[in-house]
C-alpha cells in the first residue's frame, strides 16, 4: 500500500484501545508527529504515550499499517476520515481497569466537618443568606404556597367526581373526558384532577408510581390543574384514534 500525504488539516478519526471497550471519535491536525499524537492520546485512552503502539484501520476496519515512526507527521499515513486508530498498552494495565470506577477512591466528608469549612458552598449560601438560608425568602415562598393551595382546593372543590368535563390545557388542543378524581395525590404537590379521556390522549391508566387513583384503560388517564378544567353537558367526541 502507497503512503501518501493529505491535503486536509484535519482528520476525524475514531480511537480504540486495548484497555477498553468503547470508542471515541475525534479530531485532530494531520501535522502532529506521532509523537505528540501519541501524548493527545494519554487523556483518551489512559495509556502512558511511552507504552503505546499504534495501529490503523480503515472506514471498513481492514488493517492499513502501524504507526511506527514517532517523527513522522500523522499526515504522512493514509488517515482520513471514519479510520480508525488503535492504541495497544504495554503498560501491563488490565482490560476495563480504567473504567471500573468502584476501583476508584473517593473522598468523603462528614456533615460535621463540611460544616465548618469556609470555603463551601453552604458557607457561601449561610453568609449572603440565600437559598434556604433566606428566612425571608423563604417565609414568602411557603405563604405563597399555601395561597396556592387554597385558590387550587376552591377551584377543585367545584368539579364533582363524575362529571362531564372538557380539559383546555395551553397548548394542546381541547380533550373531553370524565372526572374520576378530585384531590392530592402523592406524585406532586397541589390538588389534580384525574380525567378517563374520551379517547386515549392521557399518559397512564389512572395510576402514578405504583398508586392507583381510578380506574381506566392504558393512556386514557391523565391528571391535571383544576384550573384548566371546565365541567359542563360535554357529549363524547368520537376522534377515531382506537381506529388508528
Known amino acids: 500500500m502507497e503512503v501518501t500525504g493529505l491535503s486536509a488539516p484535519t482528520v476525524n478519526v475514531f480511537i480504540s484501545s486495548s484497555l477498553n471497550s468503547f470508542r471515541s471519535q475525534k479530531r485532530y491536525s494531520r501535522s502532529l508527529t506521532v509523537a505528540e499524537f501519541k501524548c493527545k492520546l494519554q487523556l483518551v485512552v489512559g495509556s502512558p504515550a511511552s507504552c ?28 482520513d476520515d471514519g ?11 488490565r482490560l476495563g481497569e ?11 466528608i462528614s456533615q460535621e466537618a463540611y460544616e465548618q469549612r469556609q470555603n463551601s458552598i453552604r458557607s457561601f449560601l449561610k453568609r449572603n443568606k440565600l437559598g434556604r438560608f433566606n428566612e425571608e425568602e423563604r417565609a414568602q415562598q411557603e405563604a405563597e404556597n399555601s395561597q396556592r393551595l387554597i385558590e387550587e382546593e376552591a377551584q377543585a372543590s367545584t368539579i364533582p367526581v363524575g362529571s ?39 399518559k397512564n391508566d389512572g395510576s402514578v408510581n405504583g398508586k392507583r387513583y381510578f380506574e381506566c384503560q392504558a393512556k386514557y388517564g391523565a391528571f391535571v390543574k383544576p384550573s384548566v378544567v371546565t365541567v359542563g353537558d360535554f357529549p363524547e367526541e368520537d376522534y377515531g384514534l382506537d381506529e388508528m
Open 52 to 79: 503505546m503502539e499504534l495501529e490503523l484501520y480503515g472506514p471498513d476496519d481492514k488493517f492499513y499499517c502501524k504507526l511506527d515512526q514517532d517523527d513522522a507527521l500523522l499526515g504522512s499515513y493514509p488517515v
Open 83 to 93: 479510520c480508525r486508530i488503535h492504541v495497544i498498552d504495554h503498560s501491563g494495565a
Open 98 to 108: 480504567y473504567e471500573d470506577m468502584s476501583k476508584v477512591e473517593k473522598y468523603e
Open 164 to 202: 362531564r368535563c372538557e380539559v383546555r390545557a395551553p397548548g394542546q388542543p381541547p380533550r373531553r373526558g370524565t372526572v374520576m378524581y378530585v384531590g392530592l395525590t402523592d406524585f406532586k404537590p397541589g390538588y389534580w384532577i384525574g380525567i378517563r379521556y374520551d379517547e386515549p390522549l392521557g
